[in-house]
Every structure is written in C-alpha cells, then in structure tokens.
C-alpha cells in the first residue's frame, strides 16, 4: 500500500477502512502510527459505501468456482483477477462517490442503496 501510494499519489494522502476489529485493534493502529500514516477519522457503524466493497464483489464473481490449492495460488489469483478489471470498472466506481456521499446524507446516515 505505501509504496504505491507514494509512487502515485506523493506525500499528501490519506488511508480510509472501515471500523472493523481488525483494522483498530492495537497492533494495527501501532503500525501505521510508527509508518506516520494519516488514517481517515471513520465513525463506528457509520454506513459501508467505499467503492472497494463493489471490487471485492467484483473479484469475487471472477473468481467464483476457482479453487486454490494453497494461499500462494490464491493470491495469485487474486492478483490475476483485480489486475484483469478493466478500467472503466474502477472509473465507474470513483465516479459514483458524489452520488454515495449524498445518498449517505439523504438517508441521515441510514443505510442506502451502495
């Protein structure tokens, strides 16, 4: 994640996931304090419209009825699949946060479509 970030992005960006136990826990919240890596503030059960959900949907339609022998071909093919997602699909996505972001407001936090 860092290397591509700074590669593509420079010095000036921030990292977003979800409140889940394993993103927050003290071991994961050390690591990326030490990595001086700026974490979005994200509040608990605040609504899951981050496009990454529909990528992991995504890879996972691609992937479906492939079976790995062990976590070395999984992750290739993992790699395989995300790196065979043609553009547009990710452009898709980006483009329809304005859209998410007033769906959140327009539902005052409650859930949405996304």
């Known amino acids: 994640m860092r290397p591509w970030a700074r590669a593509n ?18 071991h994961v919240v050390n690591w990326f304090r030490r990595r001086r890596v700026d974490l ?17 949907e995504e890879l996972e339609r691609r992937l479906k009825g492939v079976r790995a022998s062990n976590a070395n071909q999984k992750f290739a093919q993992l790699e395989a699949a995300w790196k065979s997602v043609p553009m547009t699909v990710v452009k898709t996505l980006l483009d329809s946060m304005p859209r998410r972001c007033q769906a959140v ?7 949405t479509k996304y």
């Open 9 to 26: 992005l420079g010095r000036s960006w921030v990292f977003q996931q979800d409140n889940d136990p394993k993103h927050t826990s003290v």
């Open 40 to 56: 979005l503030e994200w509040p608990s059960q605040s609504p899951d419209f981050n496009p990454i959900e529909h990528m992991w």
């Open 105 to 111: 407001i327009d539902a005052k936090g409650y859930p």
